[in-house]
């Protein structure tokens, strides 16, 4: 299991959120194949 909190640069609409999300789990998941769970928490302030 992985949980990431990431500092986000903004992406001008939620779609664009989305989308740079799901590219950074796929390539998440790409590097690390074994791992069942992640949870992806976005963030632009602390």
Avoid at 5 to 29: P, R, T, W, Y
Avoid at 37 to 46: A, G
């Amino acid at each position: 299991m992985v949980a990431i909190k990431a500092e986000m640069h903004e992406q001008g609409s939620s779609k664009g959120l989305v989308e740079a999300i799901n590219l950074c789990e796929k390539k998440f998941k790409e590097r690390f194949p074994y791992v069942l769970w992640m949870f992806f928490e976005p963030d632009i302030t602390d």
